[in-house]
């Protein structure tokens, strides 16, 4: 008797669900470089605060959650410094209970709904289910595996062979939940949408997607901690690697932690961990067709372009530049979001590690972005499951806008000869110069 008591209470203390009760989420509006430097070194020298974002330089804004303990000191230091700031949340736990998880219902596509969140067991039934639907032109993919053997899985949709290829790795972070959502309505537009914009995206290119790329972390983040972030490996009494400064580029040079206990963890070495490898290996494997590589993130409203150790720009720079602020342009068209595009470096902070990085310098895909998704700091990796949709409409009119000025500047046309899209660009170019060369005479 009382050894199954002691089973169900060591269970119930086991695996209860950590609580954000009275959290204070803080958003801080740095005034200058002191109020930075401040900012830093909270982050380097005291561990009892959560930066949701980092103070780097030119941070417009910067989120640190504090427990109710800890409240008042951080509240004195800001005081003392003159750092002014606001409340986003007065009470973290209240927001991620009002946050809805939804129920999808097996072989049932019209019980997916863009205004909930899904775990990844729904999230993988669902794929199942859109692929088995839509056959003719989808498949489930592999690109990898985790720490604790979850494969990391993915849909490959393809109207014919011999198409130049678009990769969307997604769900890196297990708690930018808006990543996964958005990116699970990418699929479903590319194979349900009536737009024919959207129908000739999805006929034109093979498209590889990965919701889910941090398995492991993602049920961490719905059945124990809401607000993991890296992978779920054990080193020695702590867990996870982040896997955004795991990657063999620039290992460890900035913005990364040889601590375990911290929330961007290198690892110990490049590649260590089998989410970045296996994924980078399967990368690797379709290097020669990929023209764009978009890795999603939440949150800030960013474009950020490769690299993240210096402002140093790559041969087609300029061309990424342009293509990335016409599709932000695109973005803000339907609600009036305003994305900031710029390399990672100088928009944010040096980073090294990260995926985009490797994609752009070890296989040299000629556009490779980083999405940080809604929204600026009110809810940040809470964001409410009612944005889940106007977030992802937006996106995809940006990618939409991103993949048209891709081919203005001469992307993405590659050897896809057989492409309806690509041979009516061809004709039409081949009419100009014959019309043009007929009035020159
Ligand atoms: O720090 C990151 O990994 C990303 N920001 S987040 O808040 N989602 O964690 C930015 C990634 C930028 N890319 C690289 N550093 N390569
Ligand atoms: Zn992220």
Redesign the pocket.
Known sequence: MYRYLFIILTYTLVSAKFRFDNYTLYKIIPENEKHIQILQDILEYDQRYDFW??PAPGAKFVNIMSSPENKADLENTFNSNDIKFSISMTNVQEVIDKETVGRYTRSNLRSMRWDTYYNLRQINDWLDDIVSRYSNAASIIVGGESFEGRPIRGVKISHGSGRRAIFIESGI?AR?WITMATTNYIIDQLLRSNDPEVQAAARDYDWYIFPVTNPDGYVWSHEEFRMW?KNRRPIGSQFGV?L??NWNSNWLLH?SSTNPATD?YAGPGPFSEPESRTLSEYIRSLSGQIDLYL?M????ELL?L?F?NSTQQYANYQDAISIGRRAMGALSVRYGTQYTTGN?AEA?YL???????WVKSALNIPLVY?Y?FRDKGQYGFLLPANQIRPNSEEVLDSLLEMIHQAKRFGYMNGSASGSASSLRVSLWSMLCVIVVGFMRK
């Open positions: 974002t980092y972070h930018e972030r982040d955004n400064r913005g961007n890795s993130h939440s949150f800030s950020l490769p993240g990672i944010i980073a090294t590690g990260g995926s985009i990085d980083c940080e």
